[in-house]
C-alpha cells in the first residue's frame, strides 16, 4: 500500500460521508481500514529509516575504522608500507674561472617512488686545464702543463681543512706552524720578487687559495618548499671532521618533484669546474604520496 493509496480512500470516506452515499457502519468500517494502512504504512517508514540509519552506521563504523589505521599505522615515514630501495641524486652546475654569479640546475626524482633524503654532501670537482689558475704552480712544473689536476675532488669549501690541518697546510717558507688567512688564501701576486729559477711570481698565493667557497640554497620545484629559509654557507654541509651532514629529519621528495639546487659563489672561483651536489637516501618504491600517508591532503602525486 502507498501513500497514494491511503489519499484516495481518505478522499472516498469524506465523498461517501458528504453525499451520504453509505450508511454510519460503512463509513466507520473504511475509516478503520485506512488507520490500519495508515499504521501499516508508518511501520513500513519506520522499517525504511532503520535499514537507512543501519546503513549510515556502518559506513561511519568503517570510516572510523581507517581512520584509527592511519592514526595508529601511518604516524611517521618509516610505517608507510613499500621497499626501500638506497639512492643518490646528483645535481651538476659548471662554473668558469673567476665566476661569481648565481647557476642553478635540477634533477627530476622518477617515478619509481618518493625520495627521502638522509645526508647530504657538496663535492667541487677541478677542470681546468690552464697553468697559472693553481697556485704555486711553478714550484715543481717545468714547460708545459701536461697533468693538470682536472676531475680532482674537493669540497665546496676550506672550512674541513681548516678544522683538520690548520697550521700543516702551509709551506715552510710563509711561516710552518704559524698560520694566517693571508698566508692560506692570499692570491697577491708581486712580480718584483725574486726566485730561483723556474720563476715564481705567484710566491703568494697560499695553498688554499685553490679551493672554492660557495653559498647554497635548496627548493622543491614548484611548491614553494625551501630545504634553507634563504642561501646557506657550503661549511654549514659539512659535519664534524668534513662529514656528510645528517640531516635532522628526513626530507622527502615526492615522485615526479624537481630538486632544484642554486649555487653562489662567495669568492671568485679559483678554477674552472663542476660543483658536484650529492643527496643520499633512499626510495620507497610504489604508487606512494608521503603527503597522502600522512595525512596532509591530495598534495603532489
Given at each position: 500500500m502507498s501513500y497514494q493509496d491511503i489519499e484516495q480512500n481518505i478522499k472516498k470516506a469524506i465523498d461517501a460521508t458528504q453525499s451520504q452515499s453509505m450508511n454510519q457502519s460503512q463509513v466507520q468500517g473504511l475509516v478503520l481500514d485506512i488507520q490500519k494502512e495508515l499504521n501499516s504504512y508508518k511501520e513500513y517508514l519506520l522499517e525504511q529509516k532503520k535499514k537507512q540509519l543501519d546503513q549510515l552506521t556502518y559506513i561511519s563504523e568503517n570510516l572510523k575504522g581507517i581512520a584509527n589505521f592511519l592514526a595508529t599505522n601511518v604516524k611517521d615515514l618509516e610505517d608507510i608500507p613499500g621497499v626501500r630501495t638506497p639512492k643518490i641524486y646528483e645535481v651538476d652546475i659548471d662554473f668558469d674561472y673567476q665566476d661569481t654569479s648565481l647557476k642553478?640546475?635540477?634533477?627530476?626524482?622518477?617515478?619509481?617512488?618518493?625520495?627521502?633524503?638522509?645526508?647530504?654532501?657538496?663535492?667541487?670537482?677541478?677542470?681546468?686545464?690552464?697553468r697559472d689558475h693553481y697556485a704555486n704552480f711553478n714550484y715543481d712544473l717545468v714547460?708545459?702543463?701536461?697533468?693538470?689536476?682536472?676531475?680532482?675532488?674537493?669540497?665546496?669549501?676550506?672550512?674541513?681543512?681548516?678544522?683538520?690541518?690548520?697550521?700543516?697546510?702551509?709551506?715552510?717558507?710563509?711561516?710552518?706552524?704559524?698560520?694566517?688567512?693571508?698566508?692560506l688564501f692570499n692570491r697577491y701576486t708581486d712580480t718584483t720578487i725574486v726566485a730561483p729559477p723556474p720563476t715564481n711570481r705567484n710566491t703568494q698565493w697560499g695553498p688554499l687559495s685553490d679551493i672554492p667557497e660557495f653559498d647554497f640554497q635548496i627548493e622543491i620545484a614548484g611548491s614553494g618548499r625551501y630545504f634553507t629559509n634563504q642561501p646557506i654557507a657550503a661549511a654549514t654541509l659539512y659535519g664534524y671532521m668534513g662529514y656528510p651532514m645528517f640531516?635532522?629529519?628526513?626530507?622527502?621528495?615526492?615522485?615526479?618533484?624537481?630538486?632544484?639546487?642554486?649555487?653562489?659563489?662567495?669568492?671568485?672561483?679559483?678554477?674552472?669546474?663542476?660543483?658536484?651536489?650529492?643527496?643520499?637516501?633512499?626510495?620507497?618504491?610504489?604508487?606512494?604520496?608521503?603527503?597522502?600517508?600522512?595525512?596532509?591532503g591530495v598534495i603532489g602525486k
Open positions: 642553478f640546475n635540477s634533477v627530476e626524482i622518477n617515478p619509481e617512488g618518493p625520495f627521502l633524503i638522509t645526508q647530504i654532501t657538496p663535492l667541487w670537482m677541478i677542470d681546468d686545464s690552464v714547460g708545459t702543463f701536461d697533468k693538470p689536476p682536472r676531475g680532482l675532488i674537493t669540497p665546496c669549501t676550506a672550512y674541513p681543512m681548516l678544522l683538520n690541518v690548520l697550521g700543516i697546510t702551509n709551506p715552510a717558507n710563509n711561516g710552518y706552524t704559524t698560520p694566517s688567512y693571508a698566508q640531516t635532522g629529519v628526513q626530507g622527502w621528495a615526492e615522485r615526479g618533484d624537481k630538486i632544484v639546487i642554486n649555487a653562489t659563489p662567495t669568492v671568485p672561483v679559483p678554477t674552472k669546474g663542476r660543483v658536484r651536489f650529492c643527496l643520499h637516501g633512499y626510495q620507497i618504491l610504489g604508487d606512494i604520496s608521503i603527503n597522502k600517508a600522512l595525512g596532509y
